[in-house]
Nanobody, 122 residues
């Protein structure tokens, strides 16, 4: 499966962006999907994960209440709605398919997309 993340850009603090992760080569409906991010000089960190149906989701404490992960299985796409963005949200955002293990470990995911850059100015 190939994952293509898009929707990043430059936004002022307090603004919003919606990221998309489109898949090709395999349907995503059978898999939980996650978003991670990596800021310059830092480790890639968990942001959010959504279940196969979209009925369950989990978030990093740093984004809880501001970000919403969702999916449209008919479009084979996963989304990350980001509101009230802060400068510390600046990072390259990656989507990935969950395989097994603890959901907030990056080793539990495979088929990483190429990432989309989000820059939040103060």
């Amino acid at each position: 499966v190939q994952l293509q993340a898009s929707g990043g850009g430059l936004v002022q603090a307090g603004g919003s962006l919606r990221l998309s992760c489109a898949a090709s080569g395999r349907t995503l409906s059978s898999y939980s999907m996650g978003w991670f991010r990596q800021a310059p000089g830092k480790e890639r960190e968990f942001v959010a994960v959504v279940s196969t149906s979209g009925g369950s989701s989990y978030y990093a404490d740093s984004v809880k209440g501001r970000f919403t992960i969702s999916r449209d299985n008919a479009k084979n796409t996963v989304y990350l709605q980001m509101n009230d963005l802060k400068p510390e949200d600046t990072a390259v955002y990656y989507c990935a398919k969950y395989k097994d293990g603890t959901y907030y470990y990056k080793s539990s995911y495979e088929y990483w997309g190429q990432g989309t850059l989000v820059t939040v100015s103060s």
